[in-house]
């Protein structure tokens, strides 16, 4: 399967609590609620077809949670037929990466524990199609550091909070990256989809050839 990662963020990175004020007060965050006032039709016409494109989700504990006490009980749309988010969520395999939950009661869901590298690995050589994942902010870090993901699109939204959990913190790996869509929105989200592509090069501090930083 190809993996690919979906996330909203400011443009300082952040991804914490952005549909509701009090969605995620971690580490004492007020500032959430940024992505639903520039969250309008355009916005939500791509990510449903995003969502439709998905043939499984991947996803951590705490954003599985989150959409099984929300989509998955129909509140964010009916289950089936008229919301494209709800419909995938609610018809298609959830797997959670968590050492801690048990006994999940939606629907289809399977819960990745243990030697968590090989599961994954195991589920790209033996399905096709798309493993999707959302949200899940250390899950995508974690497949990124194993060099497991295929395709990063990332939403950013034009607002800059100063405080949150950013999608990549300060002290994370370096990466190059390839851009092979770009899109705005009429409200200044931009669309962007990148390919990792190993390490960066670095300009050398005098003259010769550009290295890789060690």
Same mark, same amino acid.
Not at 23 to 32: A, I, S, T
Not at 130 to 136: A, I, K, M, P, T
Not at 150 to 177: H, K, N
């Given at each position: 399967?190809?993996?690919?990662?979906?996330?909203?963020?400011?443009?300082?990175?952040?991804?914490?609590?952005?549909?509701?004020?009090?969605?995620?007060?971690?580490?004492?965050?007020?500032?959430?609620? &940024?992505?639903?006032? +520039? !969250?309008?039709?355009? *916005?939500?016409?791509? $990510?449903?077809?995003?969502?439709?494109?998905?043939?499984?989700? $991947? +996803?951590?504990?705490?954003?599985?949670?989150? !959409? /099984?006490?929300?989509?998955?009980?129909?509140? &964010?749309?009916?289950?089936?037929?008229?919301?494209?988010?709800?419909?995938? =969520?609610?018809?298609r395999?959830?797997?959670?990466?968590?050492?801690?939950?048990?006994?999940?009661? &939606?629907?289809?869901?399977?819960? +990745?524990?243990?030697?968590?590298?090989?599961?994954?690995?195991? =589920?790209?050589? /033996?399905?096709?199609?798309? $493993?999707?994942?959302?949200?899940?902010?250390?899950? *995508?870090?974690?497949?990124?550091?194993?060099?497991l993901?295929?395709?990063?699109?990332?939403?950013?939204?034009?607002?800059? +909070?100063?405080?949150?959990?950013? =999608? !990549?913190?300060?002290?994370?790996?370096?990466?190059? $990256?390839n =851009?092979?869509?770009?899109?705005?929105?009429?409200?200044?989200?931009? *669309?962007? *989809?990148?390919?990792?592509?190993?390490?960066?090069?670095?300009?050398?501090?005098?003259?010769?050839?550009?290295?890789?930083q060690?």
């Open positions: 399967m190809k993996i690919t990662t979906v996330t909203n963020v400011t443009v300082d990175g952040v991804m914490q609590g952005l549909g509701d004020r009090d969605e995620d007060r971690r580490n004492g965050f007020e500032r959430g609620g &940024w992505a639903r006032p +520039l !969250f309008d039709d355009e *916005v939500a016409s791509h $990510l449903g077809r995003l969502y439709q494109r998905a043939d499984a989700f $991947l +996803l951590g504990r705490r954003t599985y949670e989150v !959409f /099984a006490n929300s989509w998955g009980t129909g509140t &964010w749309g009916a289950k089936a037929g008229d919301n494209p988010i709800s419909t995938a =969520l609610n018809t395999p959830k797997y959670v990466v968590s050492n801690t939950l048990a006994n999940p009661t &939606w629907e289809g869901t399977t819960i +990745l524990s243990g030697h968590k590298v090989t599961a994954i690995q195991e =589920l790209k050589s /033996a399905r096709t199609g798309e $493993l999707q994942v959302h949200g899940s902010p250390s899950v *995508v870090r974690w497949l990124l550091d194993h060099d993901v295929d395709e990063i699109t990332l939403l950013v939204y034009p607002v800059v +909070l100063g405080q949150g959990e950013r =999608l !990549f913190p300060a002290a994370d790996p370096d990466m190059s $990256l =851009l092979i869509d770009s899109r705005a929105t009429a409200n200044g989200v931009m *669309v962007q *989809v990148f390919q990792p592509d190993g390490r960066p090069t670095y300009a050398a501090a005098k003259d010769g050839a550009p290295t890789q060690t």
